[in-house]
């Protein structure tokens, strides 16, 4: 027992080449978000205000693909979803599609806690933000630079991505992986799983991927909490997230053995997971090359890393801090 | 070589002062949908070409109010959305808020079959669904005038809820209605009103049609197809066109869900049938069962489903459900109560 953390940005083809440069920040901002994510834990903060705060983070940093630094439509334009859920009640709340709103995480919180749906779309989200007074912006505060190099590249080669480039130029590769996402559990078992992306690049406007479907990007219930990533079409198929509390209540699979059993049920290359379990134990599996991720226990185990060699671990004494 | 099953629904939690007259045109429609799926199964025609062709007649009868006479969004306009899914490999395909698209659940397929997608929605589904020249039709012939009557009265409900009086007359010659459901009591005259999805019954019209079929070759697919829920935020998604919670397929069984959207949402209760068959070995009806039991709560719904060995189950836990069913041996049923 005892409280944990595990966080994601994004799992694909990271290509191990990946520049200094282009791996520093993201490092970076994964062991500060952890860091946000322990410091709320250790303050009895609920594991849903816990992993709402660690995704907010997660998509204001431009790096990943979520929130500011969101992959682009072949318009060109930005069209975000996130979905979070509290797995006491499993209450939860999902959107798709807006443009302007700063954290599409916390509207999916107010899309739960404050109407009689469960998910809100497009324009119908929009104008449930602006009514709501959730903060919003000019939707260029979304895209970088990079991401419209990335759209270009994908026109180019006719394809729609992971949001990542491909082998073409893998060696100036970067590496702005599939989603955001974050679960988190208490001392008392309270679970609650966040996840937020922009989709895949050069994605046709109006698609809808995994993240905002409640059982295939995102999952909580009294067992587990799961955030998914990846190719989104695999994992709603495969309805990744709920898959992996149900191996684990109708098969008594355990967290770990659960996440692998259902990672391992997705076609290689195409999806990873965080999950942590009630009873304060951690996963996290993924099939593609490497997986931005972070994680922490009450018994002062943490890990941040991106491939399966170069696991930076930690052992802490949490009894003195 | 295995045996054909097909199941059909037309929506869950009907109100049991429905006249004697509706109940018997619904009955009708339903058989004749079966009817056609019956036939091409015969025919040796696959899973998921019945789904979709079956749930294309629903859609487009009047009387399921899906497609036209779909239920209207609190602006009084009309999103419909749909899913399908193909047991073989899974591969599904998915639309929300389409507002000009005849048969939404052929546009999901096309989402599946011509798109590098599986779920597109709202502007992008309908530039995709012109791009693919499905027929599409202007929004006001979804609009009825019947359904701007019902949405007046849904937003006068909304408001004064708890002094909706709504009386239950179960000695008319012209129902035959269960008490199943969720009963509100009225404190203030001691009535009570059965709700769904918020609505007293008499205002809820079900909105879901679906339909879940397994072929000769033990293929299955399921789909599901809506309006939507009255007087909804624009914008709100449903369960329909979410794999898993409204609708699913897997080398086991086809699932299709009807009832409140959010309760289906939660308990991901399609993929709940079929999880319970592959992972704790349960039989089609024990699963089925177990869902409705266990996994709704608060939430009202039904669903029907098929295994790949062709049975038929369904199940709700509303007032009930619109529904048929046919097999290969010569069984063949069409009802609405317990």
């Known amino acids: 027992?005892?409280?944990?953390?595990?966080?994601?940005?994004?799992?694909?083809?990271?290509?191990?080449?990946?520049?200094?440069?282009?791996?520093?920040?993201?490092?970076?901002?994964?062991?500060?978000?952890?860091?946000?994510?322990?410091?709320?834990?250790?303050?009895?903060?609920?594991?849903?205000?816990?992993?709402?705060?660690?995704?907010?983070?997660?998509?204001?940093?431009?790096?990943?693909?979520?929130?500011?630094?969101?992959?682009?439509?072949?318009?060109?334009?930005?069209?975000?979803?996130?979905?979070?859920?509290?797995?006491?009640?499993?209450?939860?709340?999902?959107?798709?599609?807006?443009?302007?709103?700063?954290?599409?995480?916390?509207?999916?919180?107010?899309?739960?806690?404050?109407?009689?749906?469960?998910?809100?779309?497009f324009d119908g989200a929009e104008a449930f933000a602006r009514e709501q007074g959730v903060e919003v912006v000019e939707t260029s505060h979304f895209i970088t630079q990079e991401n419209v190099e990335r759209l270009k590249q994908a026109k180019g080669a006719n394809r729609v991505q992971i949001d990542y480039t491909q082998p073409i130029s893998a060696v100036n590769g970067d590496s702005q992986i599939g989603t955001v996402g974050c679960v988190a559990?208490?001392?008392?078992?309270?679970?609650?799983?966040?996840?937020?992306?922009?989709?895949?690049?050069?994605?046709?406007?109006?698609?809808?991927?995994?993240?905002?479907?409640?059982?295939?990007?995102?999952?909580?219930?009294?067992?587990?909490?799961?955030?998914?990533?990846?190719?989104?079409?695999?994992?709603?198929?495969a309805t990744v997230a709920r898959d992996v509390a149900a191996v684990m209540e109708y098969k008594g699979l355990s967290l770990k053995e659960a996440a692998t059993y259902v990672i391992d049920s997705v076609p290689k290359g195409n999806a990873g997971l965080v999950a942590v379990s009630t009873n304060g134990e951690v996963a996290m599996p993924y099939n593609t090359t490497g997986m931005f991720r972070a994680c922490a226990t009450e018994d002062g185990y943490s890990e941040v890393g991106i491939w399966d060699t170069e696991v930076e671990n930690n052992f802490v004494d949490n009894s003195k801090s | 070589m295995g045996a054909w099953a097909i199941t059909i629904h037309g929506g869950a939690g009907v109100d049991p002062n429905l006249p004697m007259e509706r109940q018997e045109q619904a009955k009708a429609v339903l058989a004749r949908c079966l009817e056609i799926g019956i036939t091409a199964l015969r025919s040796g025609a696959v899973a998921l070409d019945v789904a979709e062709m079956v749930v294309r007649e629903l859609e487009t009868?009047?009387?399921?109010?899906?497609?036209?006479?779909?239920?209207?969004?609190?602006?009084?306009?009309?999103?419909?959305?749909?899913?399908?899914?193909?047991?073989?490999?899974?591969?599904?395909?998915?639309?929300?808020?389409?507002?000009?698209?005849?048969?939404?659940?052929?546009?999901?397929?096309?989402?599946?079959?011509?798109?590098?997608?599986?779920?597109?929605?709202?502007?992008?589904?309908?530039?995709?669904?012109?791009?693919q020249g499905v027929e599409t039709i202007d929004n006001s012939y979804f609009i009825t005038d019947e359904n701007v009557g019902m949405l007046k009265l849904a937003k006068e409900a909304n408001s004064i809820m708890f002094d909706y009086r709504v009386p239950i007359d179960n000695n008319t010659k012209n129902t035959c209605g269960a008490s199943a459901g969720s009963i509100v009591n009225n404190s203030i005259d001691n009535t009570t009103t059965i709700q769904m999805n918020g609505l007293p019954i008499s205002i809820y019209a079900p909105e879901t049609v679906g339909c879940a079929v397994v072929d000769t070759q033990g293929n299955t697919a399921?789909?599901?197809?809506?309006?939507?829920?009255?007087?909804?935020?624009?914008?709100?998604?449903?369960?329909?066109?979410?794999?898993?919670?409204?609708?699913?397929?897997?080398?086991?069984?086809?699932?299709?869900c009807t009832g409140e959207g959010e309760a289906i949402i939660r308990a991901t209760l399609a993929r709940d049938v079929a999880a319970l068959m592959e992972y704790k070995g349960l039989g089609l009806q024990e699963a089925v069962d177990y869902v409705i039991n266990e996994r709704l709560d608060e939430g009202k719904a039904g669903l029907i489903a098929v295994s790949n060995a062709g049975e038929v189950a369904y199940g709700f836990n509303t007032v009930g459900m619109f529904r048929g069913s046919a097999t290969q041996n010569g069984f063949m049923e069409v009802a609405i109560w317990e």
């Open chain 1, 1 to 121: 027992m005892g409280w944990a953390i595990a966080l994601h940005g994004g799992a694909g083809d990271i290509p191990v080449t990946l520049a200094e440069e282009r791996r520093a920040p993201r490092e970076a901002t994964l062991r500060r978000c952890l860091s946000l994510g322990v410091a709320a834990l250790k303050a009895n903060q609920a594991p849903l205000d816990v992993v709402e705060l660690v995704v907010r983070e997660l998509e204001n940093c431009p790096h990943f693909n979520a929130g500011k630094g969101s992959v682009l439509t072949t318009k060109g334009t930005v069209e975000m979803e996130a979905c979070i859920m509290d797995g006491n009640t499993k209450n939860c709340g999902a959107v798709s599609g807006v443009s302007t709103v700063v954290n599409p995480i916390s509207l999916a919180r107010v899309i739960m806690e404050k109407t009689p749906h469960i998910y809100l779309g």
């Open chain 1, 185 to 237: 559990v208490d001392g008392a078992g309270n679970l609650a799983a966040a996840t937020s992306t922009g989709g895949l690049v050069n994605k046709m406007v109006g698609r809808i991927g995994d993240t905002p479907v409640v059982g295939a990007g995102t999952y909580a219930n009294h067992l587990c909490a799961v955030s998914a990533t990846g190719k989104g079409e695999f994992i709603i198929r």
């Open chain 2, 61 to 131: 009868d009047p009387i399921f109010n899906s497609g036209r006479g779909s239920a209207l969004t609190a602006l009084g306009t009309v999103e419909m959305e749909a899913s399908i899914m193909d047991g073989r490999g899974r591969r599904c395909g998915a639309v929300s808020g389409l507002s000009t698209v005849k048969n939404p659940v052929s546009l999901a397929r096309l989402v599946m079959d011509k798109s590098p997608h599986s779920y597109l929605a709202f502007s992008g589904a309908e530039d995709f669904a012109r791009s």
């Open chain 2, 222 to 256: 399921a789909a599901t197809s809506t309006g939507g829920l009255m007087n909804k935020m624009s914008g709100r998604i449903g369960d329909s066109p979410l794999i898993g919670a409204g609708t699913y397929a897997c080398n086991l069984c086809a699932v299709s």
